[in-house]
């Protein structure tokens, strides 16, 4: 089957690498690691960036 993963970018915004992602179903990194955000390996971690008007 299909891999339920992805990421959306609205008006061309840039990723900060300081923004914490955890990534959706089949996708992230290092979430299963533990540390700090080991609960995250239980949640679906979402993110928003966006400009200041």
């Known amino acids: 089957g ?3 993963a992805g990421s959306i970018s609205l008006n061309g915004a840039q990723v900060d690498p300081a923004a914490p ?3 959706y179903k089949k ?3 290092g979430r299963e690691w533990g ?3 080991g609960f995250e390996d239980f949640l679906e971690v979402k993110s928003l960036l966006g400009y200041s008007a």
């Open 21 to 23: 992602f955890g990534g």
């Open 27 to 29: 996708s992230g990194n």
């Open 2 to 4: 299909a891999i339920r």
């Open 35 to 37: 540390g700090d955000y």
